[in-house]
């Protein structure tokens, strides 16, 4: 069976040896038994010919190992089926059953959806593809056989986080078309549950997508889609991150001065306080600390000395528990240094930020740092 383990190995810049010793570490951290070191290496290199096909007591090492699905493992789509004649007994059974789906079942929902948060923020997105991708299933079958508004909206804006989430985290282990689909699904689910704040996340993060795709001016159009989206009804901590979000997008596009415009109006509407979360929506984290280390990225995108002040004063007040976004503070520390052709400072923060990358997954971080020594 064919698979693309060798692309995917090269996109996280690893050599067969040191897969295989993550494989060796993941089983370890698991009880599960593996090949020696000696047969691994044989695996790996047979895997990579398409002289072995991948077991699924292999595929279920590989896929958290490294952040992919069985779809961007194998490169296949789901497995088709063949149609049940009547099924209307299970049919009948699950409607019941979605009826049943209680306010405190959607709770544990979004519950499920916060730890996956956390644990992402702490180690990264590549352990969690399995979870996520289970977490998932589960609300999409929850909203497919909710037959009525009042079940199916609590459970359709459940969804929408989760989808979000699970697309920046595929974003962020190098699974762009996978994210682009979790985007559509947040998007669609957002759409049903007629949650605005949900939809213009969803689409300002899916801008995102578009830069990495090399679309920058396409991905500020869609950042200011989102804000229209969002229109009147987004809490002001959400507009001040669509603001943010756009700043940082017309940085990259080239574009001075809407980008100083942008970050301007994301402080006018930051909430006073230095609690980050929003009660509306927990997936948003932004406070005077946070958009510091925004204004800080937005600033030594566009070369501008007062970057520093910025950065530092965000990298002094950052939370330890934050490891993939110290990473990306570091990257732009290094920018910031690059354009003041300080270069051993640019070296040290991208020693420090490739460490931090390492940890988490980061395939998206990576591939930053190395743009970024190229110039040294």
Known sequence: MSNRLRQIRDAHEWSQERLIRE??????????TVGSTASLRVYVSEWENGKRTISERYAKILRPVLGVTDEELFGRQGQLTVPEVGGYEELVSRIDSARNVSLTMVQTFMDQTELLRTVDRQMGAAALVDQMNGHLTALEDALTFAVLPETRRPVATALAGAATLAAWQALDSGGVERARRHYELGK???????????????????????????????AVELS???????????????????????????AKAGLPDDARRALDAAVASLPSGSEPRDPDMLSIFLNNGHLERWRGNVLALLGDDDALDSLYAALDAADPTFIRAT????CDLAQAHLAREEYALAEEHLQQARMLANRTGSVRHRRQIDQLTDRL
Request: aromatic share 6%; proline share 3%; with cysteine.
């Open 188 to 218: 669609r689910a957002a759409q049903e549950a007629g949650q605005s704040m949900y939809l213009a996340h969803a689409t300002a993060e899916q801008a995102y997508v578009l830069h990495d795709a090399g679309r920058p001016e396409l």
């Open 327 to 330: 990473s990306g503070l570091r």
């Open 224 to 250: 200011r889609e989102a804000q229209r989206l969002g229109g009147t009804q987004v809490s002001p901590r959400l507009r001040a991150w669509l603001f943010a979000a756009e700043a940082e997008l017309c």
């Open 23 to 32: 494989i060796e570490r993941y089983a370890r951290q698991h009880l599960l």
